[in-house]
């Protein structure tokens, strides 16, 4: 499209790690196949790492451009400096585009930036945050923001936290930032301070639907009134409108999908376990030890995924025990893998992202939660859509190889099967309704485009009649 063709400019700010850039970088693929140009503005790092069509993207500066946050070492010092940097830079790339045939009108950013809403009114446009985790999780935090909730959170006698919307979340359903909110002080701090000046924004919007959390939304919505526009899951895997699109189009790692598509093609449908538990966090050795032996046990064909930092973790001579039954690799494309018909259930961390991909792929899932979302995300994977277990932690805080087997047992092949892949497939048609033509998630992107065309063709009637 050229210049007035275009219904509007979103510019697209994610934070910098692969959990955040994949979502927005969807959403600015789904702005541009309905007629908006879409730049995706992104870290000096992190930009030479997005490929993706119809998006533009612009590098701002976190200071520390050579290696982003890995550099900077110290999460409370890098967002102080991003916001910093940041700032004055994605200022820069708006008056960069104040020029052009298509100005900016509207700034999407990362919940995690709040400072971007503050650049977006210095220059007269729309701001609107953009949540990357569940209407469930943002629940809580909002409420904290609030003052509705104190931390740390204390339940008595093991009994629930009832809130509006919510199933009752016991302690152990609890996001650990909650229950140990003096660990790590500055992702609580940057949790909360994604609700600092909600009051400002335009929209909010968030990755997940209505049909999975309209309930969970509708319980915080006079404080939190989002719009539920997900799964931010590339077209391909759902709907099929933007051609082409089956991949997010950013990739900090370099995955090796041809040695895993070769090896799956090998096994039997449904016969194979995915294993990949995250990008942030690392198990401990014995917990390592304890999946690895739990998989062989098992005698299910496997696919695991292990960053290559911690290869030195798997136990003494246990990928020369796996025989033809599993591949062991660094990284590989997650939906891929998800989507292949071979694949019969999926060993997860339970962060967002995964948990949407596997719902929107009608995979069922073993949760074997870590930390902070992950751990309400799965409370609901197992008691209230129903597609998946919770491992069980013993006394030490580890899932021992015998539950494990246990919980592959069930999913794959015990007597829960049939209602998990029952209910997984279930929820995958929802998420392709809802992204499709005129389903939720697809009416709420259509109205936020509609708003953009008609405010940008008052601005080009302003500049007609002279008044720019």
């Known amino acids: 499209m050229r210049g007035?063709?275009?219904?509007?400019?979103?510019?697209?700010?994610?934070?910098?790690?692969?959990?955040?850039?994949?979502?927005?970088?969807?959403?600015?693929?789904?702005?541009?196949?309905?007629?908006?140009?879409?730049?995706?503005?992104?870290?000096?790092?992190?930009?030479?790492?997005?490929?993706?069509?119809?998006?533009?993207?612009?590098?701002?500066?976190?200071?520390?451009?050579?290696?982003g946050f890995a550099q900077a070492k110290d999460v409370e010092l890098y967002l102080k400096s991003f916001k910093a940097n940041g700032s004055r830079t994605l200022s820069l790339l708006i008056q960069k585009f104040q020029n052009s045939s298509v100005p900016v009108n509207c700034i999407v950013y990362d919940s995690f930036l709040p400072w971007a809403l503050d650049v977006a009114r210095q220059h007269g446009i729309y701001g609107a945050p953009f949540?990357?985790?569940?209407?469930?999780?943002?629940?809580?935090?909002?409420?904290?923001?609030?003052?509705?909730?104190?931390?740390?959170?204390?339940?008595?006698?093991?009994?629930?936290?009832?809130?509006?919307?919510?199933?009752?979340?016991?302690?152990?359903?609890?996001?650990?930032?909650?229950?140990?909110?003096?660990?790590?002080?500055?992702?609580?701090?940057?949790?909360?301070?994604?609700?600092?000046?909600?009051?400002?924004?335009?929209?909010?919007?968030?990755?997940?639907?209505?049909?999975?959390?309209?309930?969970?939304?509708?319980?915080?919505?006079?404080?939190?009134?989002?719009?539920?526009?997900?799964?931010?899951?590339?077209?391909?895997?759902?709907?099929?409108?933007?051609?082409?699109?089956?991949?997010?189009?950013?990739?900090?790692w370099n995955p090796l999908g041809e040695e895993c598509l070769r090896w799956l093609e090998t096994k039997a449908p449904q016969s194979v376990v995915y294993v990949s538990l995250g990008s942030m966090v690392s198990l401990t050795v014995e917990q390592m030890e304890e999946l690895a032996w739990g998989l062989r046990e098992s005698n299910l064909n496997f696919l695991?995924?292990?960053?290559?930092?911690?290869?030195?973790?798997?136990?003494?001579?246990?990928?020369?025990?796996?025989?033809?039954?599993?591949?062991?690799?660094?990284?590989?494309?997650?939906?891929?893998?998800?989507?292949?018909?071979?694949?019969?259930?999926?060993?997860?961390?339970?962060?967002?992202?995964?948990?949407?991909?596997?719902?929107?792929?009608?995979?069922?899932?073993?949760?074997?939660?870590?930390?902070?979302?992950q751990v309400p995300n799965a409370k609901f994977v197992e008691d209230v859509w129903k597609v998946g277990i919770r491992a069980k932690e013993d006394e030490k805080g580890v899932v021992r190889k015998e539950e494990v087997v246990r919980c592959l047992k069930e999913v794959m092949e015990g007597n829960k099967s049939y209602e998990i892949k029952k209910n997984a497939r279930k929820w995958s048609q929802e998420a392709r309704k809802t992204v499709g033509e005129g389903g939720s998630s697809d009416k709420h992107i259509n109205d936020f485009v509609q708003h953009l065309e008609l405010a940008n063709k008052k601005e080009e009637a302003k500049v007609l009649n002279g008044y720019r």
Not at 31 to 50: C, E, F, R
Not at 318 to 337: A, H, R, Y
């Open 131 to 252: 949540f990357t985790n569940s209407a469930t999780v943002c629940s809580i935090f909002c409420r904290i923001h609030y003052g509705l909730l104190t931390l740390p959170l204390e339940l008595e006698d093991n009994k629930p936290l009832l809130l509006p919307g919510l199933p009752p979340l016991y302690y152990s359903d609890l996001p650990t930032f909650l229950r140990l909110p003096e660990s790590y002080p500055a992702y609580l701090a940057m949790k909360l301070s994604q609700f600092s000046n909600l009051h400002m924004a335009d929209w909010i919007f968030a990755n997940t639907f209505e049909e999975l959390e309209s309930k969970e939304a509708g319980g915080i919505s006079k404080l939190w009134p989002a719009k539920l526009i997900g799964p931010m899951v590339p077209s391909s895997y759902l709907d099929g409108r933007i051609e082409g699109d089956k991949g997010y189009g950013a990739n900090l």
């Open 4 to 67: 007035t063709e275009f219904k509007g400019h979103v510019l697209l700010l994610p934070y910098p790690s692969q959990g955040h850039i994949n979502p927005l970088l969807q959403f600015a693929k789904r702005l541009a196949s309905k007629g908006l140009k879409a730049t995706l503005a992104t870290t000096h790092y992190t930009v030479k790492s997005i490929c993706a069509p119809n998006v533009t993207a612009e590098p701002i500066s976190d200071g520390f451009d050579e290696a």
């Open 304 to 373: 695991l995924v292990v960053r290559e930092s911690e290869m030195n973790q798997l136990p003494t001579g246990f990928i020369d025990s796996t025989n033809d039954k599993g591949l062991i690799v660094t990284w590989c494309n997650q939906l891929e893998m998800l989507a292949h018909k071979t694949i019969g259930c999926f060993v997860t961390h339970c962060g967002w992202n995964s948990t949407l991909e596997a719902l929107s792929l009608g995979v069922p899932m073993v949760c074997i939660p870590q930390w902070t979302d």
